[in-house]
């Protein structure tokens, strides 16, 4: 796809800095670059100018670099002037250009094109805006590796897999009388085991670096003067949260966002849940219970010293099915030996002292492990809920294709399945992607890339 059009759009961040960038892309960047410049950039060579206002005065003095199509991130013809930094400098430059043709960018329209012009896949275009997003060293490592292609080369393997499979079978559909019984033939059903297996291993690593990538949502709750805000401070290594000895100290949700090794930890320190009259402790009970709906894991604690039997919250204090592990606090006070301990029949419980740190390195690596969490190993890559979504379809097409060969015998459900199992595959990199996803998708980048 080649756009009929040329767009335009601040590259740099806002504010006031030492350098500006105005990025253009499309046909008419050339005539922009003659008209503002005085001359066409030679390709790929910096070239010092002013950039000249309608009046022909300079607006800015600066570099420009000129990429001829297809050499360059769009695959268009790509004009970028660096300028200096100052809001009203970059205003005045851009309404230049806006003047001489271009238009205002969307929101992740370079990035679109230089998907649509085959330069990046999908995976590719959305690894750019990880990288930019990133907030700690291991998601802008898994970010980078996925921008250089590491998740799109296994999406890539498997669909070739998937289509040498679905040649083969619908060959044997369309052209009966070649007297192709692929049903005898038990490299169809090694080749789809292959397929699942190697799937599934692709979504494990798939999980591992959405985790990365969106970290874990910690709900910390428990009751009135049990340390939940003195936990939020020894996590976070700072004084967050206000600590008393009087239950109800915190009455709204307070958060932090903390690392953990590279993995990133949004936690909540929230009012404890008890009944009260007070209507500001009750809407802060109201919103520790709407948080902890949401959350990956709650950390529900109790003092060790009152906890009677396991001390796990009683069945109307939390919803069904949330993650929850145990936190026995006050060990210092009780005597209790720190550590995790695994139950059958019930949640993780961790025996810990928050005053005095003892326990909370068993609770960190507990963390990990539940996030799945084991750095930033090689091969690992930055991937969205999406793809995983996307990785799950196909594992379960794949399952069915080889149930209905094993049990069914039935070439055309087989067929169906594998098909599917690669429009599932395919959505990843962008083979088979709906306009509709791709508005979603770059709508999210910020303007200018």
Known sequence: MTARDTIAAVATAPGHGGIGIIRVSGPAAGSI??????????????????????????????????????????GEDVLELQGHGGPVVLDLLLGRVLELGARPARAGEFSERAFLEGRLDLAQAEAIADLIDSTTAAQARLATRTLQGVLSRRVDVLLEGLIRLRTFVEAALDFPEEDIDFLADPRVRDDLARLT????????DAHHGERVRDGLLLVIAGPPNAGKSSLLNRLAGSEVAIVTALPGTTRDLLRTDIQLDGLPLRIIDTAGLRSSDDPIEQEGVRRARAQIAQADRVLWIVDDALAAGVAEPAADQLPAGVPLTLLRNKIDLTGRPPGLTRRDDGPAEIACSVRTGAGLDALRAHLKAIAGYRGVAAGAFSARRRHLDALRR???????????????????????????????LGEITGTFTSDDLLGRIFGEFCIGK
């Open 197 to 204: 297996e190697a799937t599934g291993d692709l979504l494990a």
């Open 33 to 74: 670059a003659a008209a503002l410049l005085g001359q066409v950039p030679r390709p790929r060579q910096a070239t010092l100018r002013p950039f000249a206002g309608s009046d022909g005065a300079p607006i800015d003095t600066g570099i420009a670099l000129y990429f001829p199509a297809p050499h360059s991130f769009t």
């Open 394 to 424: 196909t594992e379960g097409h794949l399952r069915a294709a080889l149930a209905v060969f094993t049990e069914q015998r039935s070439a055309e459900l087989m067929a169906e399945d594998l098909r599917q199992a690669q429009r599932a």
